[in-house]
């Protein structure tokens, strides 16, 4: 654990997290930092559920406090969990990954927005959302002039730092003074901005602390955890399959001269997959040295840096499990050489994005045989964790990759089916699919020549003859010959997987939805 050098400045502001608590006005719009879950603060949220409780107990009033919790995007159980079980979160957004979120979401109980996160700094910035009326946001450290160095994440903290009425900060002594020097911060203009300078993703165009007046930092709460990011798990068979498809193909693109030698750089999503894909890049030889422009590192970098094969990474978020964090903090001097963070404003931005070329890779939760994406909604209704950066990412990239185990639940879901039952990612960004069983690239293919390969070199084989079934049929009975639908049966697996449990023709192994 670090000790940090508490000067005259900090020491005038250090409340505790009850003293900041009680302080919170009790219709509350608030900004935090945190992305995924790394950055965010963890002392004066629970500190403010406790009073928030204990008010509800006193009054029997539920509606003497209300909240609407902005961040960057998924944070920990200390702000989603305890301000979920408040039951006085009004408006969420702009993603999460929270159980307790996602019930009340799905339950009706709390408005959430899921939107592109490139687009959240504007909607607040033009007032299309409610104004902020408190920032927290974590750091390692705070200046007497108003210079906050933050943590783990950069996500929205420079935004809701330079809009919110009052600031308050979490000095988080788990993150030694080092991490300073490792964000670069600089927030879009609006309208007509300025060119966003980054040619390369090692480019610096910012400052490496965000600046406020002094006098809006009402107070700072020292603390000393680490982010509740889930420790490394070895990603699975399937997640390697997937990871392998993926690099053939990028060596075959390389071959044919679409994709320089020295590659370019690549976005991953989270999750088992893009940790897989990292994994084989160390792993094989065939791969030298990559770069990363993404949102968010976990663990699997480091496999990367082993092998001595991380260039730079770009990053808003550095999410690592407890022995991860170790690992960076006892080699920061060293990797702070390597990495940048960046608020999502910049990392996410399309135009940064598009100049950069990048090679995207997110998954999806189903696939259409035309090529359109859900990532987001089961069964069209039941929101997961949002659209995130997947969207800002895969609209503008160079070459845009979709992953997906081809089923899901026991082989009781096809993740590709004639109609997906909601569109995060249209078939027109979509260029390339792929599952363990194999990889379609869509580009310059007609709606029908997409329908074949997916169902071809995707598909499950327990589904492929039912999906090629629908595609025959459609094309008898559709209006038109373009995209062959039947719009009697486009959505009939979810009905079926509604009513039986299962996506699978005739299967009686299974009773139960699945939600
Ligand atoms: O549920 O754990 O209960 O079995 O969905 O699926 O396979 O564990 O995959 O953790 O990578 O999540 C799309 C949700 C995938 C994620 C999604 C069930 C499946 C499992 C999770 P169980 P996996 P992952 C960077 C980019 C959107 C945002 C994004 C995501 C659970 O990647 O949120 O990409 N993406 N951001 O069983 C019903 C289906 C299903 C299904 C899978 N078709 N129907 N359930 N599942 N397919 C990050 C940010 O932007 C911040």
Redesign the pocket.
């Known amino acids: 654990k670090n000790s940090h050098r508490i000067s005259s400045f900090i020491q005038s502001k250090l409340m505790t997290a009850e003293d900041v608590a009680y302080k919170l006005p009790k219709h509350l719009t608030l900004g935090t930092s945190g992305?995924?879950p790394a950055g965010y603060p963890k002392m004066i949220v629970p500190a403010y559920a406790k009073r928030i409780m204990e008010a509800k107990k006193r009054s029997g009033d539920n509606n003497e406090f209300s909240i609407n919790l902005f961040t960057?995007?998924?944070v920990g159980d200390e702000l989603d969990g305890v301000l979920a079980r408040t039951g006085t979160l009004k408006l969420r957004i702009p993603?999460q990954?929270h159980i307790d979120i996602r019930k009340l979401i799905n339950n009706g109980n709390l408005n959430y927005i899921d939107m592109h996160?490139s687009h959240v700094g504007r909607y607040i910035r033009e007032g299309i959302f409610p104004p902020i009326d408190v920032a927290i946001v974590e750091a390692c450290d705070v200046t007497s002039d108003g210079r906050i160095y933050l943590t783990n994440s950069s996500g929205m903290s420079g935004t809701y730092l330079a809009l919110a009425k009052d600031i308050y900060i979490e000095l988080n002594e788990a993150h030694p003074m080092e991490m300073k020097g490792l964000h670069d911060m600089f927030l879009p203009d609006s309208l007509h901005g300025r060119p966003i300078n980054i040619d390369h993703v090692d480019d610096r165009i910012g400052t490496p602390y965000f600046q406020v007046d002094p006098k809006r930092i009402k107070g700072i709460v020292r603390t000393n955890v680490f982010d509740s990011a889930k420790g490394f798990k070895k990603p699975d068979d399937i997640s390697f399959k997937i990871a392998n498809n993926i690099l053939e193909f990028i060596l075959n693109e390389v071959d044919h001269g679409r994709i320089p030698k020295e590659l370019l750089p690549f976005q991953?999503?989270?999750?088992?997959?893009?940790n897989a894909v990292l994994s084989c890049i160390a792993a094989d030889k065939r791969f030298e040295q990559i770069e990363m422009y993404?949102?968010?590192i976990q663990d699997s970098i480091f496999a990367l840096l082993d092998a001595d094969k991380l260039k730079f990474a770009s990053t808003t978020?550095l999410t690592f499990s407890p022995q991860g964090q170790i690992r960076f903090f006892n080699e920061i001097n060293e990797l702070k050489q390597k990495f940048v963070l960046r608020p999502m404003e910049i990392s996410n931005h399309p135009e940064v994005v598009r100049r950069m070329a990048l090679i995207t890779m997110?998954?999806?939760?189903?696939c259409d045989i035309y090529g359109n994406v859900?990532?987001?909604h089961?069964?069209g209704s039941s929101m997961?964790?949002?659209?995130?950066?997947?969207g800002d990412?895969t609209r503008n990239a160079y070459i845009s990759v979709f992953m997906?185990?081809s089923t899901?639940?026991g082989e009781t879901?096809?993740?590709f089916?004639p109609m997906v039952s909601h569109v995060?990612h249209n078939e027109h960004s979509v260029q390339v699919m792929v599952s363990e069983h194999g990889l379609a690239d869509l580009r310059a293919k007609t709606p029908k020549q997409r329908a074949k390969l997916i169902i071809e070199k995707c598909a499950h084989p327990k589904y492929r003859s039912q999906l090629l079934d629908y595609f025959n049929h459609a094309q008898k009975v559709s209006f038109a010959q373009h995209t062959p639908h039947d719009l009697k049966t486009a959505l009939s697996w979810h009905v079926r997987?509604q009513e039986t449990g299962s996506m699978l023709e005739g299967d009686t192994t299974t009773k139960t939805a699945?939600r």
């Open positions: 992305f995924t960057g995007a998924s993603y990954s996160l991953s999503g989270v999750g088992n997959v893009a993404t949102e968010v978020a997110n998954t999806a939760l189903e859900n990532s987001t089961v069964l997961m964790n949002g659209i995130g950066g997947s990412f997906a185990p899901a639940k879901i096809s993740a089916v995060d997987l699945t």
